[in-house]
């Protein structure tokens, strides 16, 4: 009854937010460009835009103001939008051009060698010449193909309805195609785009020439501003924010059987709640360095993927060298749009991205509780139901979730491929494992300050410096896990706390080291297997039903291959 009251609680916390920290990269309907992208808001998503266009015909001619605000929810692979434009005309007239309701739908993400494609439908009512409404209706073909940190879009429009608006701002055009190439800066969480095509505003008008150059930077988690100039039968510039937060319960689709032709994007929205971004807000270092993390496992396997041999040493030493000498010393602010970064690893293994980033989102909000309860003052039962139910809502995404009980080693020790990676890459390897013993060891301290009793909680405020320390004493003298850190030995009161959540992020942790065997290991598993060995590793690792390890070995583990300090050492008081 607790666990339900809390859900009920969370669901309607404010305020709501959810997984927006590489949000700048969603291209919205004619904002700043066009051209948009191919791809819908996540499942859960809610979107508020409020874009301003200063827009003039010719020089010397007064000009003409639009605020355009607009709502995008995030379905399945689907995002719905309404937008009201209401204009200052040139003359001073102000009117209303009429509310629009659109639907987008994206299939597939991108597949190999061909693009992401989405369809995207819109209604419109314009006032016509007469002062009675007009529909109009508008069909848009979209497409986007990514190349890494550079994308390319392609867009064709073509809206059918009566011609004679009695506004001077025609709203939509006729027809309308653009090519748009855009660039994503990631440590800078900034977006910059360019675009050429042609409109035609009425059917017997003329195409003009559009040209638009644009960016996006992400203000804070969950705020976007871009700004826009674009130059067609007229000269605009575009001014918006957007706010983006979440409502909603993750999908309960089933885990998909087989390894399907074409992966859908199948993106959602984490758990909404106050406790959001505290993590990030109050410990800033330490948060931070989770978004160097994402690049390193992304960058790992994109050139796992598509390198061998020398080139594949000499791509792994300079990501070595950038990450231990740069990436780590000066995190990016918010996290890495990894699709940026691992490209051709997204097209063969689309559905491991998301099960990792899944996983990696319940990281960040047990964080956040761990975090918002401290400064709060919550008693200890609160905090820990507040995971269960964190934990609950995770293993709700049946698709993407791993088993909460602890898997046999062998499924990561004892397959034909295991161990390529850590016998050829040692030093890589061993940073993988110095970041897993962070990620479970931030816990500990927490943990230990709300105790299972009075009398052995730690009054102490809770601070992550040693911890923190530690990690950095690993970088600095490359003295790195020789044995994968486990949650239960790591953080063994975390684990007496939360299991669930323990056994999951164990999971986690050996699945990746399966995948970067899987990647490397081409005389066991070509490439041309790779997709499929993986997707079999993964459901695997989602079955709660085999290859379980029992309670008791599991718990034993750190002292049967030798002790914490094999597993990076103990986590400091």
Do not use: C
Request: net charge negative.
């Amino acid at each position: 009854m607790f666990r339900s009251l809390l859900a009920a609680i969370l669901s309607a916390a404010l305020p709501a937010t959810a997984a927006a920290q590489t949000d700048y990269r969603n291209l919205d309907d004619e904002r700043p460009l066009v051209t948009e992208d191919a791809y819908a808001l996540e499942r859960g998503a809610f979107e508020v835009m409020l874009p301003y266009t200063l827009e003039r015909v010719s020089a010397g001619d007064p000009s003409a103001h639009l605020l355009s605000p607009e709502l995008g929810l995030g379905l399945e692979n689907a995002q719905l939008s309404f937008k009201w434009p209401l204009a200052l005309e040139a003359g001073g007239a102000f009117r209303s051009l009429g509310p629009r309701l659109g639907l987008l739908y994206n299939p597939f993400t991108q597949p190999r060698r061909w693009p992401a494609l989405a369809l995207r439908v819109d209604g419109a009512l314009i006032e016509g010449s007469d002062g009675a409404p007009d529909a109009r209706f508008t069909g848009k073909a979209i497409l986007t193909r990514s190349f890494g940190a550079t994308r390319l879009h392609a867009n064709l429009a073509f809206t059918a309805g009566p011609e004679a608006p009695a506004s001077g701002i025609e709203f939509p055009a006729r027809t309308t195609y653009t090519l748009a190439l855009d660039h994503t800066l990631w440590r800078q969480s900034l977006w910059i785009g360019a675009e050429v095509g042609g409109l035609r505003m009425t059917a017997d008008a003329p195409t003009d020439l559009l040209l638009g150059a644009g960016l996006r930077w992400q203000w804070t988690p969950v705020d976007v501003v871009d700004l826009g100039l674009r130059s067609a039968h007229d000269q605009e510039l575009t001014l918006g924010v957007t706010h983006v937060f979440g409502r909603g319960r993750p999908s309960r689709r089933a885990v998909p059987a087989g390894v399907p032709a074409l992966d859908r994007r199948d993106e959602q929205f984490y758990t909404p709640g106050a406790f959001n971004w505290s993590f990030l807000r109050d410990e800033r270092d330490a948060a931070r360095l989770f978004n160097a993390f994402d690049y390193g496992h992304a960058a790992l396997y994109e050139r796992l993927l598509t390198r061998r041999g020398p080139a594949l040493d000499s791509a792994l030493a300079v990501e070595y060298r950038f990450l231990t000498s740069d990436l780590l010393v000066r995190p990016p602010r918010f996290q890495v749009a990894e699709e940026a970064v691992m490209p051709r690893y997204a097209e063969v293994a689309w559905r491991a991205k998301q099960v990792f980033e899944w996983a990696h989102l319940l990281h960040r909000q047990i964080y956040d509780v761990y975090v918002a309860s401290r400064v709060e003052g919550r008693e200890s039962r609160v905090t820990d139901s507040l995971i269960e139910v964190l934990t609950d809502r995770y293993l709700e995404r049946r698709a993407y979730a791993l088993a909460p009980v602890p898997k046999a080693m062998t499924l990561m020790d004892g397959r034909p491929y295991s161990g390529v990676f850590k016998a050829e890459e040692p030093a890589f390897n061993g940073l993988i494992w110095a970041y897993h013993w962070l990620q479970v060891g931030l816990y500990e301290p927490y943990a230990r300050a709300a105790g299972g009793v009075p009398a052995t909680r730690d009054p102490r405020p809770v601070t992550l410096d040693p911890v923190l320390a530690h990690f950095r004493g690993m970088l600095a003298s490359e003295k790195y896990p020789d044995v994968m850190p486990m949650t239960s030995t790591i953080a063994p009161e975390f684990t007496r706390a939360h299991p669930r959540a323990a056994a999951i992020f164990d999971n986690l942790h050996a699945l990746h080291d399966v995948i970067s065997d899987i990647l490397l290991n081409d005389a066991v598993v070509p490439p041309g297997r790779k997709r499929a060995v993986i997707y079999r590793a993964i459901a695997e690792y989602q079955d709660p039903t085999r290859d379980v390890e029992s309670d008791e070995h599991w718990r034993m583990m750190g002292e049967m291959v030798g002790g914490v300090e094999r597993m990076g050492g103990a986590v400091p008081q």
